[in-house]
């Protein structure tokens, strides 16, 4: 649930920076518009109003929104004070305000003058500031209920990573669960026992504790000059399975000595932090996706609704309840999800499974039998066109899946999980079709699945998303590979 709640905080961000943009505009033509043209207001846009002028401001829009993104605009802003956010984006605003200068003299737009640029300027600075008001006022009050919170791993137990928990603590609203401590046993660690947070695991055994527990953040604060090879080898752990990392420790040293690239520089309290983020997805593009999701999945639930109740009933008449199967599923980060499916095996198929692991043909932790007894007559027919997926678009209404992402696995084929590359799958959203639906499905290996995937996470685009909706409609139609 908290991925798409920062989905939804992206999305009223970047709206109302382009409504803040659009509305001081026009204010600050207003206040122009005479002494250049000649003309009041209201006549102002009806001669203005052209194809071509159009085009031109949709391009300084597309500008203005770029500008904001690189100054990192829509980063996550948890631990960022607010007059700290409130800097940031006076200064993007005051880029974007010489880029408008720039933009006026190339495409020589004389209404630009040094007055619609100081108004501007001072309009966008206050309204844009005000809107991360509104953000901070609307997400606060969620968030002391429990919504949108971020696990928070503290690896390092020196006083300044038990401060650090304790002012974290300190401020709920900033969303952060800290879930426990990682160290080494060490002469110095005597004040951490007395601090009342939890030693979850050492060097040795974080790797495994990573696996099996929902973290969305790992902080490392670790004398870098003692413990650097462990400190990286931790680093590597996370982006490996798309966790977001941050640095608590001098920032000098770690920003001449690691290639950060990826990496954003904030402070909280007396702190520096380096924070790493890792994935392909992110910036507008996650924004269209969701939308694109969310309004994709209600149409698509409203064109096949006739078909729901067609298979609805086929099921009924042919083994009865239940219609729908739903088990627990792998979801982002390792959060457990409710994935719908219509039933195409027997009442008591996963009570039977155990009895059949033995005429397991897939390899690795999956499980698949072409010729499965457990499944239907109906349900034959369901699993090879996908059609027993279709419930999934209520999970993407949802927000716990996309219509486009790596395929959820149940949570024993996770168990199975022997690679740490494999598990960076889990960065990001599950879908219901992938590289996978349309390069072979069941007939391909358990490794070339997992190349599948992470091959879509590092060349993700909304381009590729639409090319595999496509490319899935013959596999549904000639069900190759799937059994």
């Not at 904030?266 to 790493?276: D, H, P, R, S």
């Given at each position: 649930m908290g991925k798409f709640q920062n989905n939804l905080v992206y999305f009223f961000k970047v709206a109302a920076d382009q409504m803040v943009m659009i509305f001081c505009f026009v204010l600050a033509a207003s206040f122009v518009v005479s002494e250049v043209d000649g003309v009041p207001l209201s006549q102002f846009?009806?001669?203005?109003?052209?194809?071509?002028?159009?085009i031109i401001f949709l391009l300084f829009m597309i500008i203005w929104h770029i500008n904001l993104s690189l100054h990192g605009a829509y980063y996550s802003k948890r631990i960022v004070p607010w007059k700290s956010e409130a800097s940031e984006i006076i200064y993007s605003v005051s880029i974007?305000?010489?880029?408008?200068?720039?933009?006026?003299?190339?495409?020589?737009?004389?209404?630009i003058t040094p007055t619609f640029l100081l108004v501007f300027w001072l309009s966008t600075g206050i309204l844009t500031s005000a809107s991360r008001m509104i953000v901070r006022f609307i997400i606060t009050p969620l968030r002391l209920r429990g919504i949108n919170i971020n696990n928070i791993l503290i690896v390092g137990t020196n006083s300044r990573a038990v401060q650090f928990a304790k002012d974290i603590e300190s401020q709920p609203e900033l969303g952060y669960r800290i879930v426990g401590f990682v160290d080494n046993e060490w002469a110095g660690g005597v004040d951490f026992k007395n601090s009342g947070y939890k030693l979850v695991a050492g060097f040795h055994n974080f790797p495994a504790f990573l696996r099996t527990h929902v973290i969305d953040e790992v902080v490392i604060d670790l004398p870098l000059n003692t413990f650097y090879h462990e400190a990286m080898d931790i680093v590597d752990f996370c982006v490996k399975q798309g966790v977001v990392v941050r640095f608590i420790s001098d920032s000098f040293y770690l920003l001449t000595n690691m290639n950060l690239a990826r990496s954003?520089?904030?402070?909280?309290?007396?702190?520096?932090?380096?924070?790493?983020?890792?994935?392909a997805m992110g910036g507008w593009p996650i924004m269209v996706k969701r939308v694109f999701d969310f309004v994709g999945s209600l149409l698509l639930i409203g064109i096949f609704s006739p078909l729901f109740l067609i298979i609805s009933l086929l099921i009924l008449a042919t083994s009865g309840r239940p219609v729908l199967f739903v088990q627990e599923r792998m979801g982002i980060n390792k959060r457990i999800f409710h994935l719908f499916k219509f039933r195409t095996?027997?009442?008591?198929?996963?009570?039977?499974?155990?009895?059949?692991?033995?005429?397991?043909?897939?390899d690795g932790p999956v499980f698949k039998i072409k010729k499965d007894p457990r499944v239907t007559l109906i349900g034959h027919f369901l699993r090879k066109t996908s059609l027993d997926e279709l419930p999934q678009l209520f999970n993407v209404l949802r927000g716990e899946m996309s219509l486009v992402g790596p395929r959820p696995l149940p949570v024993r084929d996770y168990k199975g999980f022997n690679q740490d590359w494999h598990r960076r799958r889990f960065s990001v959203k599950p879908g219901i079709t992938c590289m996978w639906q349309i390069q072979g499905r069941s007939s391909l290996s358990f490794e070339q699945w997992m190349k599948l995937d992470i091959y879509y996470i590092d060349h993700w685009s909304l381009w590729l998303d639409l090319k595999i909706l496509v490319l899935t409609i013959p596999e549904m139609l000639w069900g190759d590979g799937a059994y």
């Open positions: 846009f009806y001669i203005r109003l052209r194809l071509i002028n159009f974007g305000t010489m880029l408008l200068l720039v933009y006026s003299v190339i495409f020589k737009v004389s209404l954003v520089v904030e402070e909280f309290q007396e702190n520096v932090l380096i924070t790493i983020y890792t994935g095996m027997v009442a008591d198929a996963e009570q039977r499974q155990a009895e059949l692991e033995k005429f397991n043909e897939a």
